[in-house]
């Protein structure tokens, strides 16, 4: 399995913007798809963006569609999300995934590997 480790999580006020990153170890990069999810307390890890293992294809929960934006750099191993515009129900903890198989992308039992997860918090 890879290794993810997420990174750049903070607090910031709405409006502002973030960008989390995602550095894996441990296997060949390009063969896995990689996803962004989202859990807020109390609720399910929700999907929010994914990308396809050359990045031709992202694709995006309704809910961030033109304010997130996922990007990955498989020369250094590094999925990025981008998120600019947020909104305080964007608060939670953010987990990258990575997907080895034909999996549905939005679905987080597909995944092979998570990382730690980064806390992202929005204040109003």
């Known amino acids: 399995q890879v290794q993810l480790v997420e990174s750049g999580g903070g607090l910031v006020q709405a409006g502002g913007s973030l960008r989390l990153s995602c550095v894996a170890s441990?296997?060949?990069?390009?063969?896995?798809?990689m996803g962004w999810f989202r859990q807020a307390p109390g609720k399910e890890r929700d999907f929010v963006a994914g990308i396809t293992w050359g990045g031709d294809n992202t694709y995006y929960a309704d809910s961030v569609k033109g304010r997130f934006t996922i990007s990955r750099d498989n020369a250094k191993n590094t999925v990025y999300l981008q998120m600019n515009s947020l909104k305080p129900e964007d608060t939670g903890v953010y987990y990258c995934a990575a997907l080895r198989s034909w999996g549905y992308m939005y679905n987080a039992r597909e995944y092979d590997s998570w990382g730690q997860g980064t806390q992202v918090t929005v204040s109003s």
């Open positions: 441990g296997r060949t990069f390009s063969n896995y798809r």
